[in-house]
């Protein structure tokens, strides 16, 4: 039987791709952001890993956030132009912020202490993904 490894978690296509923190900090450093520059921020930390932000998850997360309370927004209605939504970041999230930091660095070294553990076991690692497409570039 083969197995399908673009739908495999070992894909990484299931994996979250820590949009809540990356609201949260982008927040924390672009005070009173409309929900499109969030997103075009964010995914300038992420694009040179073809990795996309759904502009409708990311309202669905700002959504869920706001009624945790650490996110909290209002209404921008300029003169001219359609009303934005603004969103920023309240105490609570800044605390959230802080939890994420503290949890993503143990995550950080578990994932250090595994690569460490498997470049013991494989002293030459498969080629990655990129690896491979640059060699095929040459």
């Given at each position: 039987?083969?197995v399908n490894?673009?739908?495999c978690?070992c894909?990484?296509?299931n994996?979250t791709h820590f949009?809540?923190p990356?609201i949260?900090?982008t927040?924390y450093?672009?005070?009173?952001?409309?929900?499109y520059?969030?997103?075009?921020?964010i995914k300038?930390?992420?694009?040179d890993?073809g990795?996309?932000?759904?502009?409708t998850?990311?309202?669905?997360?700002l959504?869920l956030?706001e009624?945790?309370?650490?996110?909290?927004?209002?209404?921008?209605t300029?003169?001219?132009g359609p009303?934005k939504?603004l969103?920023?970041l309240t105490?609570?999230?800044k605390e959230?912020?802080?939890?994420?930091?503290q949890?993503?660095h143990i995550q950080?070294?578990?994932?250090?202490?595994?690569?460490?553990?498997?470049?013991?076991?494989?002293?030459?690692?498969?080629?990655s993904?990129?690896q491979i497409?640059?060699?095929?570039a040459?």
């Open positions: 039987m083969s490894f673009q739908d978690p894909s990484g296509k994996m949009t809540a990356w949260l900090l927040l450093d672009h005070e009173g952001i409309h929900g520059e969030l997103k075009k921020v300038g930390y992420m694009e890993l990795i996309s932000i759904n502009i998850g990311l309202y669905r997360h959504r956030m009624k945790r309370g650490v996110v909290s927004s209002e209404w921008d300029p003169n001219n009303a939504r969103y920023y105490e609570s999230g959230c912020l802080w939890r994420w930091m949890t993503l950080l070294e578990l994932i250090a202490r595994f690569l460490d553990k498997a470049g013991s076991v494989f002293p030459s690692p498969p080629l993904k990129i497409q640059a060699k095929e040459l």
